[in-house]
């Protein structure tokens, strides 16, 4: 879907603005079609809405806003998102990427689909490859005012996604309960791995996602003797795979998903021996 909303809105040398440490497809679909990057500094890890509005330009055909981002967990509230998209031009097309919206518990969250009155330069995308555990199906799906999934549905491609796919889809939408507990899983699992980041001295950045990103430290009095991509390559040796986020310009950073409780220990046991071996 982020694909073809590109191919869509996007022509050569037209501007895309995202904000840095967001979802590295951005960039890569905006080059395929030959598009220009326009990266706004974070602020604090998190989107800088304010300065993603300034600039844009007469140039900027596309926006995305990822809400939870990924790979930093940081969100976005519904008064943040909304004083946004007033500044937006409406002939300005912004994607709000909601694939982790799920698990979200803050009451202040904006959910995409209460701006689409307002703003019909608006797409909300979200995924059944999260919540729902169907990642390698490859299933996700788009919300916009019928203008939008009109031109949208002329560039997508006949196939792209199987039958067995949909039916599953289908089927996941029907099974609340799955759901559920997949969420209440995920939530005692980041309770754990916060608490436990907080015993080892990592500094971690507040997510609400399935994921946590979690700091190495390399100055001042928590400083690790050892680096982020160590760490990895060490936990990597014991069957243990996180992922390495220096391409998102957090080199001392690692981020790790909410498992079973199990596999969040094995975890947090594998990182503990790791860091004392480091430092003895």
Not at 216 to 229: C, E, M, N, R, V
Not at 264 to 279: H, P, Q
Request: net charge negative.
């Amino acid at each position: 879907i982020l694909d073809f909303i590109v191919k869509c809105f996007v022509a050569q040398n037209d501007e895309v603005v995202f904000s840095q440490h967001a979802f590295a497809i951005y960039g890569l679909v905006t080059k395929i079609q030959g598009g220009l990057c326009k990266v706004v500094p974070a602020k604090n890890y998190a989107h800088d809405l304010d300065a993603m509005a300034a600039a844009i330009s007469d140039k900027t055909r596309l926006v995305f806003v990822t809400n939870p981002n990924n790979p930093t967990g940081t969100w976005l509230t519904q008064t943040e998102v909304a004083s946004f998209m007033a500044k937006v031009p409406s002939d300005v097309v912004v994607v709000l990427d909601e694939a982790y919206f799920e698990y979200v518990n803050e009451a202040d969250y904006c959910n995409g689909l209460t701006l689409f009155a307002q703003y019909p330069n608006l797409v909300v995308t979200r995924t059944f490859s999260k919540a729902y555990g169907l990642a390698s199906l490859r299933v996700g799906y788009g919300i916009s005012s019928p203008e939008l999934a009109d031109l949208m549905n002329r560039v997508r491609p006949p196939f792209n996604v199987n039958s067995f796919a949909l039916v599953a889809a289908v089927a996941t939408l029907n099974d609340a309960d799955y759901v559920a507990e997949s969420k209440a899983v995920n939530d005692a699992g980041m309770k754990y791995l916060t608490q436990s980041f907080d015993e080892l001295g990592l500094p971690f950045i507040p997510s609400v996602g399935n994921f946590i990103s979690f700091e190495i430290p390399q100055q001042g009095s928590a400083a690790k003797l050892i680096s982020a991509s160590e760490v990895d390559q060490k936990l990597l040796a014991v069957g243990v795979i996180i992922r390495p986020i220096a391409n998102y310009e957090m080199p001392n950073h690692l981020r790790v998903s909410i498992g079973t409780q199990a596999e969040n220990e094995t975890f947090i046991n594998a990182l503990t021996k790791t860091l004392v071996d480091a430092n003895s």
